[in-house]
């Protein structure tokens, strides 16, 4: 390796990881995407098979079973292809990591020997993060939800919203102010005074989450991420939004390729309507946002890796590849005209789920 | 290999020697000569000839960027000013031409002016006509074989450096011209015309929106005789699509602007961050910064513009980076270089005209340069193949289509 050089090739690890994950995600993954997006249910049998691929366990800690590769841009080209195959199934297969990376990161030895065996046993087992809270004014660094100190407890109490709650999870990592920092909290999903009200969305409709009442939550001291140490909150959203950013390209490039080859297909006219400037023009300027918007997502997750504070290029590449998504994925439900606006049809939904690219902000998935 | 975005010591040391020639030698003058439309920028063009053309002291053995280091380089001259760098005296397009398609022997000697210690030479490439453009097909300017000579007759229009490459003994214009009309794109042939050859005039100086320090000229070929050895290329006729057969004439003139083409996006980047360093200075200097970890909601307007046209500018970087990466490793790279004008064409025409909105009066002011560089600007989508051409030539790579499939 030398890292010494601009360079726009995966190394051939990664490549081996990526031709793996991609096809995945088209045999298994895309086949089921529609029908677990109108049943509202994730394909279990799936959520196994994925396990079975150790895809989250390669960037968890290596003392517990892990592959120990926390590299962000080998966590960028997967989470890219797993979400080309579909999107809510890919954030079901990952969420693992929400709980399972942070832990890695800065959980303290009794945390990580409670948290990730579950994870990487012979079962997959969900996490689910509480970051988002229900308004306009969400500041990620400063939620609303607090914190306090209450002897050898802490107590926690506020309202949070877009966390993934699937069957098989036991643990939120709940993040909340405490006084003015934000950190991270462990809570188990029986925990008194923590209520969750599944929730309904404009997309994501195979992904359960709720939004969840924090009352009065006691926790112990230990629960808190990192011990003494604490966290930095400013790193796991950083990390997780060139993550979310990279499932945000493989959705584009689905619609992308699904808009592609219909307008390859369709005639209109006596001819493929992609033979017309209107629509060509549209799909070429698809293919160059897509490609932006992955390198930026590259970039940053480089730069991540190299260990220096990546506030910035997380946020271009995080806002590019929700703009992006949400523009592409509207092109192809154009290109597909009225076919575009049915349900059978995926550009229909995957617009739907690019939506909330702006609204996630961020998920700890890398 | 590995995804990496690294520069190597050598793109840094070349960074830093051409912004420092930018900040000392091209900034300064800037405004006068684009006010001073037409004058030459002899202390510019001195200044390069003598000190800036032997390049950067970079360490030949080490690990170099190749094309990459290159659009760092013009990024940064351009940064400095994008007409200044334009009327540098180098072989430009008219070389790229001429390194794409000719002989060895060609090359040594229609490039060696350019290396001696005369005086300051220019290269140009006549291709537009006052019906041509982008359809470089329908050119009607004819050369036809006298003996040992090509005749050249016609009229180019929009020749960058065409007043220096026509008038300064030592330099040349490539011109497109066809041998047969009747074979389309078949006929069509570059020729090398040196400086001062009878029969080419320089009839006029266009007067631009921007980039006024770099001549545009209007070139008349009346009988305008040159060697035979003068073709780059074939003299066959191919009937068919020369796209498609090994026609080194027409194909060697394209395959130029897939090397021309992101350093034309490298340009653009360079008048961008020129522009968005210029709006951040001035937002600092009145008490704003930019908040990248502020929430969404709590950005002012402003702020929320300046991110956008970050993100958009670092994109075009990078696709530009990308198109260079894949020629200096010998990739084809004609959907990547395209994609990277495209996206920097468009992308820095937003950015300096939003800029100039951002700034309010003091933008529209020509006390400061982000009026002019709005100005400078525009080109970058128009020449080397239209926002509207780089399109088409994405499309039908990533539609599979041949160019009678996708008009």
């Known amino acids: ?366 | 290999m590995a995804i990496s975005f690294e520069l190597t010591d050598n793109s840094r040391i070349a960074r830093d020697f051409y912004r420092k020639m930018a900040i000392e030698q091209m900034r300064p003058i800037a405004r006068r000569y684009d006010v001073e439309e037409h004058t030459l920028p002899s202390e510019w063009v001195d200044y390069f000839w003598q000190h800036g053309r032997k390049g950067p002291p970079v360490d030949f053995a080490a690990p170099a960027d190749g094309m990459v280091q290159v659009c760092i380089q013009v990024e940064e001259l351009c940064w400095g000013d994008a007409a200044l760098y334009l009327r540098m005296p180098t072989s430009a397009l008219g070389g790229a031409a001429v390194g794409a398609a000719g002989t060895k022997e060609q090359k040594a000697r229609f490039l060696k002016p350019f290396k001696g210690d005369g005086h300051p030479v220019w290269g140009a490439m006549a291709i537009t006509e006052p019906g041509a453009g982008s359809d470089t097909a329908a050119i009607q300017a004819t050369a036809e074989l006298d003996g040992d000579e090509w005749v050249l007759n016609g009229t180019k229009i929009f020749c960058t450096n065409g007043e220096g490459a026509s008038q300064v003994e030592g330099g040349f214009v490539v011109v497109w011209a066809t041998i047969d009309k009747s074979a389309g794109r078949g006929g069509i042939k570059s020729f090398v015309v040196p400086a001062k050859t009878p029969g080419m005039k320089l009839v006029g100086l266009e007067k631009k929106r921007g980039i006024r320090a770099s001549d545009t000229a209007t070139l008349l070929f009346e009988n305008c005789r040159i060697p035979a050895d003068h073709l780059l290329g074939s003299a066959k006729v191919r009937k068919k699509d020369p796209s498609k057969t090994g026609d080194k004439g027409f194909k060697g003139a394209m395959a130029t602007f897939d090397a021309s083409r992101p350093i034309v996006a490298a340009m653009a980047i360079g008048i961008g961050r020129a522009s968005l360093d210029l709006c951040r200075d001035e937002l600092e200097k009145q008490g704003v910064s930019i908040r990248y970890d502020a929430a969404r909601c709590d950005l002012t307007v402003i702020e929320r513009d300046f991110i956008d046209l970050e993100a958009e500018l670092q994109a075009a970087r990078l696709l530009t980076w990308r198109a260079a990466w894949m020629m200096t490793h010998g990739k084809p790279n004609n959907l990547e270089a395209s994609m990277s004008k495209a996206k920097a064409g468009l992308a820095v025409t937003k950015i300096t005209q939003k800029v100039v909105e951002l700034l309010g009066p003091v933008g529209y002011s020509q006390k400061l340069l982000a009026e002019k560089w709005m100005r400078d600007a525009k080109v970058n989508d128009i020449y080397e193949g239209t926002q509207q051409i780089n399109q088409l030539i994405v499309a039908r790579r990533v539609l599979d289509y041949s160019s009678s499939m996708l008009r």
Request: proline share 5%; net charge negative.
């Open chain 1, 1 to 366: 390796m030398r890292p010494d050089l601009i360079e726009f090739e995966p190394t051939e690890e990664q490549q081996l990881i990526v031709d793996t994950v991609r096809q995945f995600a088209a045999n298994e993954i895309r086949p089921q995407a529609h029908d677990a997006a109108e049943a509202r249910k994730l394909p279990e049998n799936l959520l196994a098979q994925a396990h079975e691929l150790g895809l989250v366990a390669l960037g968890l800690d290596e003392a517990h079973g892990g592959g120990g590769d926390r590299s962000a841009v080998t966590g960028a080209l997967i989470a890219e292809e797993l979400a080309y195959g579909d999107l809510a199934i890919a954030l079901a297969i990952l969420s693992p990591s929400l709980i399972g990376l942070p832990v890695t990161e800065f959980g303290t030895d009794p945390q990580k020997a409670e948290i990730l065996p579950a994870l990487l046993g012979p079962n997959f087992n969900a996490g689910s993060l509480a970051l988002i809270e229900p308004d306009f004014r969400f500041d990620p660094f400063r939620p609303t939800t607090r914190a306090t100190r209450d002897g050898g407890d802490y107590t926690l109490r506020g309202h949070k919203c877009f966390v993934p709650w699937l069957d098989s999870g036991d643990q939120v990592l709940v993040i909340a102010m405490e006084d003015d920092d934000p950190q991270a909290f462990l809570v188990p999903r029986k925990t008194q005074g923590l209520s969750a009200t599944p929730e309904r969305n404009l997309g994501l409709d195979a992904l359960p989450t709720v939004e969840l009442e924090l009352d009065d939550v006691r926790v112990p001291a230990s629960a808190r991420l990192g011990g003494d140490a604490g966290c930095d909150v400013h790193s796991i959203i950083d990390r997780g939004r060139v993550a979310l950013a990279a499932t945000a390209v493989g959705v584009s490039r689905a619609a992308f390729e699904i808009a592609r080859d219909y307008a390859k297909e369709r005639e209109a006219f006596g001819a493929p309507i992609a033979t017309k400037q209107a629509i060509a023009f549209k799909i070429a300027d698809m293919a160059i946002e897509i490609d932006a918007a992955r390198l930026l997502v590259w970039e940053a997750a480089w730069l991540l890796d190299s260990g220096a504070k990546a506030t910035r290029e997380a946020v271009l590449a995080s806002r590019q590849a929700a703009q992006v998504a949400r523009v592409v994925t509207d092109g192809a439900v154009q290109v597909l005209g009225g076919y575009g606006y049915i349900r059978d049809y995926l550009p229909e939904m995957l617009h739907r789920n690019a939506c909330g690219f702006t609204t996630f902000e961020t998920l700890t998935l890398i």
